[in-house]
């Protein structure tokens, strides 16, 4: 009797942790639909930053770039729904979602929908858990790992509101002000770099001169340090630690002194209570009296009188406290910070504006093992290894040692590693982490000081800092603040609480803990300090710890990354290195014709005439009908006479100074010419500024494009040129570098080697390497060679940064820039016919930029008599020119 069959493994779905990969998947699928939704502005500002349209000073990250387009996609696409909203709208296919395809799981596979793991049950019990943790206001979670660069996103992201703001000023989506909150001091020095960032490396320069002078940047990291900003200002950036800005209730009476001095000033009010009126039932003390009881400071206060505040939080995990877990999915407990943040919302709506939005930043979207459930975007730690944004990590492990056993085994690794290497010019750094300044100081330091004199290492290479000024010096301090430099003689060091977010130092290349420090997450906080990345080579960042050590260690990844240390030892590339050189300096003649405009300027040989008279206007009027209904049997309608009600419409005033200027603008032309042409004009100025007046939309509409026709003449032509152009140009080092799927490449010596292969192998190859970018290409590619009709036949996708001339000019749909399009085949026929060929996935298709590529392919190869053909994917394994009866597929 046969066995019963094995059940299939179901895939792995967990709609708690699929949703925010789930919706980046939407959006990287129906990218051109969605920004068809954005302003240009808003296209133009995302195609500055897109790493797959190059730039000279290009700045941001792919994993920024793709957090930035979300924000993006949050807002203008959207609307700042609520995160539980937007998951029901996705997992219900409305609202912008009618495209959304099915789920992957954690496995790959795609999942059923009704599926044990895919249902309405689970969509519940996510929901259920989404809506608990909703504010009033948008609240959204990017988690990026470390290293990735949270603070220069964070102002990234702040740089498009304000720049949309100030275009779109009465748009409730974007920001006027923004306040960041850091957890601590650490951090919140961290983000100084803001200060000093050139705004032109993330915004194009017009937008980032304008930003450089308007944007007011203030700071609070001093006690008691006054917030000064100009009550309903916009465009102020308040970088604050969370305790500066802070509400807590009043633990104490005050003093008659305090009373005195620390009075906020502020009279009392019946609304004043409203505060605690809407929160009374979720806390289960007893509420104050009113706002007064709350410790109120200036800098609070002040932050109610900007509109459209944005908040921003870094490192977001230290807002919710401990008790993260509960204080999310329990609607009856708020954290500290979170209840800052709602009163300040409320205090802001009291006054007539709004609190835009709440993005927080954190290192991982889990804490305690727990996703958290607003989380939109997340980029993990094993990512940024595995794509070289950090160091790889090597973890070293110590059983049965003592003390000075520890620090010799570590001091002995690292010079093994480091001695004598420098990186960025700066000398590599161990640091050894001391859970407190006695250990430090009497047990630490005499057992490294002893060590390096053993080895003849000076011992003011060594640098101990642990927030003791009778321990530390200011000299230290200066010396600690300047380790990555290359002066900086520093390569030892001993620290204590110094390892927390915040402290960055890329030429820190090893960590070093032998005592259990009184919180856990720091082994996980001090061990990730020596990943951040540094050279033009992904280094290995070496951290030492005791077996015990190295299991909370690993317990941490779990709970904080759902990771363990085996998975961020280096990974297996999937790709291979491959030298491409030149094998052929081919050549093909092309015809590039330009369309071109010549605009000459012609003095009017008589008055202007606007022929205002015959100036359509009804397609401006708002026209109001009231039409009467009979509702007898057989009875007829009977119509009103429509009323013109044109005087709602919202109207500028123009003035003959107005109007002359912004004619003069619009054109680029003297005022005082324009002035005078309007004057001599067979209707004069007055008549021109009333009808203006009447229309707001005449003044483009018809006397913009009228005065243009009177002074210039523009005559419109094509020119063609012949042109040759190289398929590929000599590298500059013998060859060019490429990475790519072995089982995604072709190379010539392998063909010659075969003998079926060899005779082919002369049809094409003018690189010795083929890297295809998918197998639908490489299919094509092995089934057009062998065919008896095609005589050469080039890949020319793989060269796209500068490597070739050739390439074909077209217009972005979105932003209407020119941008270079790579073809992805070349091919010659033996009747002496060129074609060029793309491969393109079938459903991309019917997308805008692949659409305006193959039009203007089409239209510019046919002036050279180059027939243009795009397929899909599914056609490419057997696509022929003139389909006729052949033998099977030749096997290869």
């Known amino acids: 009797m046969a066995g019963r069959r094995k059940k299939q493994a179901a895939p792995q779905v967990d709609l708690n942790t699929t949703f925010y990969r789930e919706l980046f998947r939407f959006y990287r699928e129906n990218r051109g639909s969605i920004r068809s939704h954005y302003r240009g502005l808003t296209r133009e500002l995302l195609d500055y930053n897109d790493p797959d349209r190059p730039r000279p000073g290009q700045f941001l990250r792919r994993p920024q770039f793709e957090a930035l387009e979300i924000h993006v996609f949050l807002k203008e696409y959207l609307k700042l729904r609520p995160v539980h909203d937007i998951f029901a709208d996705w997992y219900k296919r409305r609202k912008g979602f009618e495209k959304r395809g099915d789920v992957l799981g954690m496995d790959g596979q795609y999942v059923l929908e009704n599926s044990p793991m895919f249902n309405e049950a689970a969509y519940a019990a996510v929901f259920k858990r989404m809506k608990a943790a909703r504010q009033d206001y948008a609240n959204y979670i990017f988690a990026?790992?470390?290293?990735?660069?949270?603070?220069?996103?964070?102002?990234?992201?702040?740089?498009?509101?304000?720049?949309?703001?100030?275009?779109?000023?009465?748009?409730?989506?974007?920001?006027?002000?923004?306040?960041?909150?850091?957890?601590?001091?650490?951090?919140?020095?961290?983000?100084?770099?803001?200060e000093s960032f050139d705004f032109a490396r993330?915004?194009?320069?017009?937008?980032?001169?304008?930003?450089?002078?308007?944007?007011?940047?203030?700071?609070?990291?001093?006690?008691?340090a006054t917030l000064n900003v100009l009550n309903n200002s916009d465009y102020n950036l308040v970088i604050s630690n969370t305790q500066k800005i802070l509400l807590k209730r009043k633990k104490k009476s005050p003093s008659r002194?305090?009373?005195?001095?620390?009075?906020?000033?502020?009279?009392?009010?019946a609304d004043a209570r409203s505060?605690?009126?809407?929160?009374?039932?979720?806390?289960?003390?007893?509420?104050?009296e009113d706002e007064a009881d709350l410790t109120i400071n200036q800098r609070f206060l002040k932050l109610r009188n900007?509109?459209?505040l944005g908040i921003f939080v870094d490192e977001a995990h230290h807002a919710f406290g401990d008790v993260l877990k509960t204080d999310l999915l329990d609607p009856k407990k708020e954290t500290s910070l979170r209840f800052t943040i709602n009163t300040l919302a409320r205090g802001i709506k009291r006054l007539g504006s709004s609190m835009v939005a709440c993005c927080n930043f954190t290192g991982t979207p889990y804490v305690k093992n727990e996703l958290l459930p607003e989380v939109v975007y997340s980029y993990s730690l094993k990512d940024a290894i595995n794509n070289g944004y950090l160091k790889t990590l090597r973890l070293h492990k110590f059983a049965?040692?003592?003390?000075?056993?520890?620090?010799r085994a570590v001091v002995d690794d690292f010079l093994e590693r480091f001695d004598g290497r420098a990186l960025e010019g700066m000398l590599p750094k161990l640091v050894f982490f001391s859970p407190s300044i006695e250990d430090a100081t009497k047990n630490l330091r005499p057992i490294l000081e002893e060590e390096l004199n053993r080895r003849d290492i000076p011992v003011s290479q060594l640098l101990v800092n642990v927030g003791d000024p009778?321990?530390?010096?200011?000299?230290d301090i200066r010396a600690f603040n300047n380790l990555d430099s290359a002066a900086s003689e520093k390569r030892f060091l001993i620290l204590v609480n110094k390892g927390k977010e915040g402290w960055n130092c890329r030429s820190l290349c090893g960590v070093a803990m032998f005592r259990q420090p009184r919180s856990k997450i720091f082994v996980l906080q001090a061990s990730m300090r020596c990943l951040r990345s540094i050279g033009d080579q992904q280094e290995e960042g070496q951290v030492y710890l005791t077996a015990e050590n190295a299991e909370i260690l690993n317990d941490e990844l779990q709970q904080n990354f759902r990771l363990t240390t085996d998975d961020l030892l280096p990974p297996e590339r999937a790709t291979t290195r491959y030298e491409v050189r030149v094998l052929k300096k081919k050549r093909i003649s092309l015809t590039r014709v330009r369309h071109l405009y010549d605009c000459r300027e012609k003095e009017p040989a008589a008055p202007v005439r606007f022929d205002l008279e015959h100036w359509d206007v009804a397609r401006y009027r708002i026209l109001h009908t009231e039409e009467k209904m009979l509702l007898q049997p057989g009875a007829r309608r009977t119509q009103e006479t429509p009323t013109d009600i044109s005087y709602i419409k919202e109207q500028r005033t123009w003035s003959a100074y107005t109007l002359v200027a912004e004619i003069a603008r619009y054109l680029c032309a003297s005022p005082l010419k324009i002035e005078g042409l309007l004057r001599q004009s067979e209707e004069g100025l007055d008549a021109l500024v009333a009808r203006v007046n009447e229309f707001n939309e005449l003044l483009y509409d018809e006397i913009i494009p009228r005065l243009f026709d009177a002074l210039y003449e523009v005559t419109n032509y094509d020119k063609q040129e012949h042109v040759e152009?190289?398929?590929?140009?000599?590298?500059?080092?013998?060859?060019?570098?490429?990475?790519?799927?072995p089982h995604k490449t072709q190379l010539f010596r392998e063909w010659q080697a075969d003998a079926r292969k060899n005779a082919l192998a002369g049809k094409s190859f003018h690189l010795d390497t083929y890297c295809f970018d998918s197998l639908p290409e490489q299919d094509f590619f092995l089934n057009v060679i062998r065919q008896d009709d095609i005589r050469e036949v080039y890949f020319t996708g793989m060269l796209t940064h500068g490597q070739t001339d050739f390439h074909l000019n077209y217009i972005d749909p979105d932003t209407h820039g020119v941008r270079n399009y790579y073809p992805d085949f070349l091919i010659l026929t033996k009747g002496g016919e060129w074609l060029v060929v793309e491969v393109k996935a079938k459903n991309m298709m019917d997308d805008r930029d692949v659409l305006a590529k193959q039009a203007f392919a089409e239209t510019m190869l046919k002036a050279s008599r180059i027939k243009y053909h795009m397929i899909p994917h599914t056609e490419a394994a057997r696509w022929e020119d003139n389909p006729k009866p052949h033998p099977d597929f030749l096997v290869i």
């Open 275 to 288: 505060v605690y009126d809407d929160i009374s039932d979720l806390y289960g003390f007893d509420s104050p």
């Open 306 to 308: 900007l509109p459209q």
């Open 400 to 407: 049965n040692t003592r003390d000075r056993e520890f620090v």
């Open 257 to 269: 002194a305090e009373q005195l001095f620390l009075a906020t000033g502020e009279t009392k009010t």
């Open 725 to 741: 152009v190289e398929l590929v140009h000599d590298p500059a080092g013998g060859f060019f570098e490429i990475h790519g799927d």
């Open 144 to 194: 990026l790992t470390m290293g990735v660069g949270k603070t220069l996103l964070m102002a990234t992201c702040i740089f498009y509101d304000f720049v949309l703001a100030r275009k779109f000023p009465d748009d409730p989506l974007y920001c006027h002000n923004a306040l960041i909150f850091a957890p601590d001091k650490t951090v919140l020095q961290s983000l100084r770099e803001i």
């Open 470 to 475: 009778k321990i530390t010096s200011n000299d």
């Open 202 to 224: 993330v915004l194009p320069p017009k937008h980032a001169n304008w930003l450089q002078a308007n944007l007011k940047l203030q700071y609070l990291d001093e006690a008691g």
